[in-house]
């Protein structure tokens, strides 16, 4: 694999956990939310990875649970002015870049992505000025400003075919950020890469070894991976994909146990899916080891029902923008990526 010579720092300042409501105050702010969605004619968008109480009251809500790209597909199709982005901060730009004319509020400004902050554009614009010969291929899960630098936008589940296509016209390529989610491309390819090494800290903290004890606990289990994780991970994987497509495979696998190694915060949809099997976390720290994220992204679990009702009460502050020429850039290569699943017949689905 060849490796760009930039050091990424990855000791980010991770957010405090939001404060537990009691049963009484969670009660009061899904009425308060649920009543203020509809005055307001807005609709609540949650991501696989907040917390299940809020993809719980998206649904109850008429709003939706997916990846960040089908967030932002159905905050475009639907009649709301206002939509309610609980998520991360580059989902809340992707769904004002596809929608600009609505209202993009993030429960949280702050909520953001190892992956956006790996990714700083000033840095990875030099990296790739320093290669003009090679088309620039980037993860959804970026800033609005990587994606406007990018020729293509990728999410996971169509990053094979379009990297496979590039790479059969001789086009030499710059991957980013995912140092993990590349490195897989690469191996199922066979198209060689100029690699940004950032990476999902919840993704590249499952631990192979650890993987393989749980293993014998549950010797019949299918293991779910996602490809952020490390190859050595994804070695030992039933089933490697999107998050959209693990959860596909949860239902359709005939194990009744299953390892996952992706966000915890996707549980709520696998057992909703598939409420007779039993879902259990991957490790991510080993035996006696601390760890980041222990499998739930600190910046989702920033999305919480007071934030929500704050972004309704009052929206000064959280909502989203994107400058209009910065937008338009962006949406390029994001339409491309469209437009190649549409005259391929492929599903578009699956960031993390």
């Known amino acids: 694999m060849t490796q760009n010579n930039l050091a990424v720092d990855f000791d980010f300042q991770y957010p405090a956990k939001p404060q ?28 696989y990875y907040t917390d299940p109480e809020i993809q719980a009251l998206a649904e109850e809500t008429g709003g939706c649970v997916a990846d960040s790209l089908e967030m932002a597909r159905f905050g475009n199709q639907h009649i709301a002015d206002t939509l309610i982005v609980a998520g991360v901060k580059f989902m809340g730009e992707t769904a004002k870049i596809l929608t600009p004319e609505k209202t993009v509020l993030m429960p949280e400004l702050e909520a953001t992505c190892s992956l956006d902050l790996g990714c700083p554009i000033d840095e990875f614009s030099a990296f790739c000025d320093q290669h003009p010969d090679h088309t620039v291929v980037v993860y959804a899960n970026t800033s609005a400003a990587v994606k406007a630098r990018a020729d293509w936008v990728v999410t996971s589940s169509i990053a094979l075919e379009i990297v496979e296509m590039l790479a059969s016209e001789g086009k030499p390529i710059i991957w980013g950020p995912d140092r993990h989610l590349g490195a897989y491309i690469e191996k199922e390819t066979g198209a060689k890469m100029l690699m940004w090494q950032g990476a999902c800290i919840v993704h590249d903290e499952f631990k192979a070894k650890a993987l393989i004890e749980l293993k014998k606990q549950y010797p019949d289990a299918g293991v779910l991976v996602h490809p952020e994780s490390p190859a050595n991970v994804i070695a030992i994987a039933d089933a490697v994909g999107s998050t959209s497509q693990l959860i596909k495979a949860s239902q359709e696998m005939p194990n009744e146990h299953f390892i996952v190694a992706t966000d ?4 709520y ?7 007779n099997k039993t879902f259990v976390e991957a490790p ?11 499998a739930h992204c600190p910046w989702m679990a920033m999305n919480g029902l007071q934030s929500i009702l704050e972004a309704l009460q009052s929206p000064i502050g959280r909502e989203i923008h994107v ?8 949406l390029i290569p994001l339409e491309k990526m469209l437009n190649f699943a549409a005259e391929n017949k492929l599903k578009v689905k699956g960031n993390a």
């Open 20 to 47: 537990p409501l009691n049963a009484g105050e969670r009660a009061q702010f899904k009425e308060k939310i649920k009543y203020l969605l509809k005055e307001k004619n807005a609709v609540l968008v949650a991501h």
């Open 264 to 267: 915890k915060g996707i549980f």
């Open 269 to 275: 949809k696998m057992e909703q899916a598939s409420p």
């Open 284 to 294: 991510t720290g080993g035996n006696g080891a601390t760890c980041r994220s222990c």
């Open 323 to 330: 400058e209009k020429t910065l937008a338009k850039q962006a």
